[in-house]
């Protein structure tokens, strides 16, 4: 029941500050714009001016495989961001402005109150990637050729393993700071730190988290799925497990030290 509670607040204080509009609305211009940019790209030219006398451009036939797999690379870069920053304040602002010491005092067991707050987060993340791969999957199906429907969720399943770990390192963070700007800087610099292990290691260790996009290219084209995928996501979600676990530690040892 106190779950519940605090997982109902926590989504209705999203939608009272529009992230049930924007980030879903945001999600699709992310998912939507490289591959319509992508096909459409003679047409811009001309509108623009075109080319010189003389010049030309040969732009290879795109398959659709890689256009949609344009939309998951905005998503790294774009979304992730956009991700970190829903969350970065979804602990911290709280225990900032005393409101988690009100809310504790109930009492609610720790574990309750940082699995709602993530699981509400998660909703909305889920929700809004859903809509915007949604779209971007019409377009390619439209424009480049087909991705059948077994692709498409095997794709979307495998990458949002990926935002969960997202949603679940922010949420630690949360749980060690009361700054949510230092929450979003900790949580960028480590998952910038992650992306250069991996590119330095990805021969030796292809089943790091950062790893789950090149190896659902690889499904895409080979069209089955790679045992160094299965791996990278087991390991992502135990990896995610074990931050939520500390999580629940580093919190209630903070806020019983205060």
Known sequence: MQ???I???????????YKWIWVPL??????????LSTYY???IIQAVGGLPDGAVIDIPETEPEMAIMMSLTQMSM????????????????????GVAELILVKPVRYVTYILAKWSAKLLLVFVSYLVGMLASWYYVNLLFGEITIIEFFSLFLFYFVWLIFVVTLTVFYNTMMKVPGLVLTSTVITIMAMSVLNQIFSFRLPWLPNS?????????????IPNELWMASAITLGLSLILLLFSRYIFQTKEMAE
């Open 78 to 97: 774009l979304g992730v961001l956009v991700v970190i920053t829903i969350t970065m304040g979804v602990i911290a602002g709280e225990r900032k402005s």
């Open 212 to 224: 789950i996009s090149e190896h659902i290219t690889t499904m895409l084209t080979e069209g089955s």
């Open 7 to 17: 997982f109902m607040k926590e989504l209705l204080e999203d939608w009272r500050s």
């Open 26 to 35: 945001v999600f699709i211009l992310f998912c939507i714009m490289d591959p």
């Open 41 to 43: 790209l003679p047409q």
């Open 3 to 5: 779950w519940k509670t």
